[in-house]
């Protein structure tokens, strides 16, 4: 069995949900307190042991490749200030993993952005994740190592799940279980954004992915799904009668920071899991509480 070494995080969108400031800064540089949520991604993919971060990114958003680029003049100017702390906390952006960039031209769609990592990947499994969706678990493991690990014992591709609230089902791909074993079960079917009476399930596709190469093959032949676009989901759909794929429910707090108030939320944790910053927040969030109305 290959070893999963890659991770694709396709970043070309135009984040319209985020408009309007993401009209100059990619929503993936949107900061998570002090880093791009693009690099908490990035940490939790090297917490799980990936060894390289392909990022799928639209030529026009050069803040996401500048962000991850050494820049000697201002290393000098802060040396010259006496800033090495400074120096080396920029030093571990460009350490940490190494990063390659891919384009995605004229995008159309999730699917077609993974597709144009084919090259980068070649013949491996490999992982993606959605640069929206941000899982914290604090005291276990990330959301794709537990991945990794069912992939292990699986060998086939693997979507991440957890259930959502009927009412948000068109907002996802949902899937359908044969037969949950605990927080593993084989997949029959696959529909992204059902309508709320269609959706076979609550189980929703939450952003982390392990795929075999073969995804590729079919991505290259996919007709337009959902939205006008190629979906990823409706060609994991036709490898689940080819290879199988199965769904594992993964453990975590999700956060979904495509969308503004789950970004608000994704800060507040971050920040009360933040030593210096735990007790004022609290307090000021007390504050607030108490206070009956804005
Ligand atoms: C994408 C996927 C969808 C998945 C969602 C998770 O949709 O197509 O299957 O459930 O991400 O965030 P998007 O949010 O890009 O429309």
Redesign the pocket.
């Known amino acids: 069995m290959k070893k999963i070494k890659k991770v694709v995080i396709p970043a070309a969108?135009l984040g319209t949900r985020f408009f309007p400031i993401t009209k100059s800064i990619p929503k993936e540089m949107l900061p998570i307190i002090d880093v791009p949520v693009i690099q908490v991604i990035i940490d939790e993919a090297v917490k799980a042991g990936l060894e390289e971060v392909i990022i799928v990114n639209s030529r026009d958003k050069k803040a996401t490749e500048h962000y991850f680029q050494a820049d000697e003049d201002l290393e000098k100017m802060l040396l010259a200030k006496g800033q090495e702390d400074l120096v080396k906390l920029l030093k571990q952006i460009e350490t940490k993993v190494k990063i390659t960039f891919t384009y995605q031209d004229n995008p159309q769609g999730?699917g077609h952005a993974v597709l144009c990592a084919k090259e980068a990947v070649g013949d491996e499994p490999f992982a993606v994740l959605?640069g929206?969706?941000i899982v914290v678990n604090y005291q276990g493991e990330p959301a794709i190592k537990q991945l990794m690990r069912v992939y292990e014992e699986v060998n086939c591709s693997i979507v991440g799940v957890q259930e959502v609230a009927k009412e948000d089902v068109s907002?996802?791909?949902i899937v359908k279980a044969l037969k949950m074993q605990g927080r593993l079960s084989e997949l029959c079917d696959l529909v992204?954004?059902p309508a709320i009476e269609e959706a076979p399930s609550c189980l929703?596709?939450?952003?982390c992915y392990i795929l075999t190469p073969k995804i590729f093959e079919l991505l290259a032949t996919q007709e337009r799904g959902a939205g006008n676009e190629i979906?990823?989901?409706d060609a994991i759909k036709r490898l689940v009668s080819l290879e199988g794929v199965y769904a594992y429910n993964f453990e975590g707090q999700r956060f979904?920071v495509?969308d503004k108030l789950g970004y608000v939320m994704a800060n507040i944790n971050f920040a009360l899991h933040r030593k210096e910053y735990r007790k004022p927040l609290l307090a000021y969030l007390k504050e607030e509480i108490e206070k009956e109305t804005i």
């Open positions: 969108g999730l959605l929206d969706d907002k996802y791909g992204e954004k929703a596709i939450l952003g979906q990823l989901t979904d495509g």
